[in-house]
């Protein structure tokens, strides 16, 4: 089993920056991708950025490029999400999950966090 846990999530006013951090521990395994994905009340959930172990390669929804930024420590498997100039439209649940290989593009993840709330204020 692996386990993700996240912080960082809170309240943030427009315009404002955020950072979410995604731990990986237990049996974890390499190569990975960790992806970030977020769900706002009465929408899907939508995929918003991953990363891969291996080469920092990433991946980012047209959604939030150009604001949002994934990163990683490999040290000690934490993924970070910068998010920049965040919009009312951006407030949901922000959940990290995990799975194997080096594939950014698929959303088969096997393991999920438990969410972080981020809400942005106009």
């Known amino acids: 089993q692996v386990q993700l846990v996240e912080s960082g999530g809170g309240l943030v006013q427009a315009g404002g920056s955020r950072r979410l951090s995604c731990a990986a521990s237990g049996r974890t395994f390499s190569p990975y991708v960790i992806g970030w994905f977020r769900q706002a009340p009465g929408k899907e959930r939508e995929y918003v950025s991953a990363?891969?172990?291996?080469?920092?390669?990433?991946y980012t929804a047209n959604s939030v490029k150009g604001r949002f930024t994934s990163s990683r420590d490999t040290a000690t498997n934490t993924v970070y999400l910068q998010m920049n100039t965040l919009k009312p439209e951006d407030t949901a649940v922000y959940y990290c999950?995990?799975?194997?290989?080096?594939?950014?593009?698929?959303?088969?993840?096997?393991?999920w966090g438990q969410g972080t709330q981020v809400t942005v204020s106009s």
């Open positions: 990363i891969r172990s291996s080469d920092g390669g990433t």
């Open positions: 999950a995990i799975k194997r290989g080096v594939v950014l593009s698929s959303l088969e993840y096997d393991y």
